[in-house]
């Protein structure tokens, strides 16, 4: 035998044992004689997982996924049933890049889930590509817009909500939720109950603005604002037609981060007061607004060229 041969054997041979160890491993890796039910498991996930971690709303977005896109797609089978094709139609017959994601998310997590736990042998989500969803910028309103807002709401008898929007930049939830022992006015701030996640709780400054707007809302009973989110979307609509204005509610948040950056206050505070876990989220949002102090301060421009 020549040398070649020789080694040409040897390789052969750890191959050989390369294949056998791999054989191995995966025959101890097999399903239980009763894997669970995808329904069945999905929403034990969902109340044992994540219930007790984020908030009820973000919890109504993935039962949202799981009954209208999953549940269509997927008939209710053993885990180690489903198919990556499967999980592919129920991602792709969400109408929204957004709702892609989530589908996918609780797809992924669902599964990956069991497979640590050894309640499947192979994960076939870890066939599903990525699914990217480019989050929308959000839009201020412009000196203009808001003059114009302002005069559209005057005689609405909802002026201090839309108001209380501008002056303090919480979300729409956070200011039906607001409670008049929340108003500190011994160390000037305001009890904000976060509605999107534990962290978004936070104080932000009773504002002298905000101080007299309270003293015109009469104290009926316990919320600031006693109305409900329907209620609040339907007068919203109505006071947008009346302005002429295209903007979404959400965007008056953005209207009070735009005028506190204008007005050079610094993107950490500004972030706190959004309740931005990070600042960088901060700056992603708002990097692409093009500010009409920005503006104003791009006609000083001159390079003498």
């Not at 041979?13 to 009763?34: E, F, G, H």
């Not at 640590?116 to 839009?139: C, S, T």
């Amino acid at each position: 035998m020549t040398e070649n041969e020789y080694l040409q054997a040897i390789l052969d041979r750890l191959d050989t044992l390369i294949k056998m160890q791999s054989q191995t491993v995966a025959s101890t890796r097999t399903a239980p004689a009763t894997c669970p039910l995808l329904y069945e498991y999905t929403e034990t996930w969902l109340t044992t997982v994540k219930a007790p971690k984020i908030k009820p709303k973000s919890l109504s977005i993935l039962r949202n996924a799981f009954k209208l896109y999953i549940k269509p797609a997927i008939k209710d089978k053993p885990l180690n049933k489903v198919r990556a094709f499967e999980m592919l139609k129920a991602i792709e017959n969400c109408p929204y890049s957004y709702m892609r994601q989530v589908v996918y998310n609780v797809l992924r997590a669902v599964f990956k889930r069991a497979y640590q736990y050894d309640l499947i042998a192979d994960n076939p989500a870890e066939k599903l590509d990525f699914v990217y969803h480019k989050r929308k910028k959000g839009r201020a309103l412009t000196h203009e817009e808001q003059t114009a807002f302002m005069q559209a709401i005057q005689d609405d008898y909802t002026r201090p909500l839309w108001l209380f929007y501008l002056l303090s930049g919480v979300r729409c939830q956070e200011a039906l939720t607001l409670l008049w022992r929340d108003i500190d006015t011994d160390h000037n701030r305001i009890f904000i109950r976060g509605t999107k996640t534990e962290t978004s709780e936070r104080y932000i400054p009773l504002f002298p603005q905000i101080a007299e707007l309270f003293k015109e809302i009469p104290r009926t009973g316990e919320n600031v604002f006693p109305y409900t989110y329907r209620a609040v979307q339907c007068a919203f609509y109505r006071i947008r037609k009346q302005s002429g204005l295209i903007f979404r509610i959400h965007d008056l948040r953005h209207t009070f981060a735009t005028r506190c950056l204008e007005s050079g206050i610094a993107t950490k505070t500004v972030a706190k007061w959004l309740g931005h876990k990070r600042t960088a989220t901060t700056d992603e949002i708002y990097s692409h607004l093009l500010t009409e102090f920005e503006r104003q301060e791009v006609a000083k421009f001159n390079p003498k060229i």
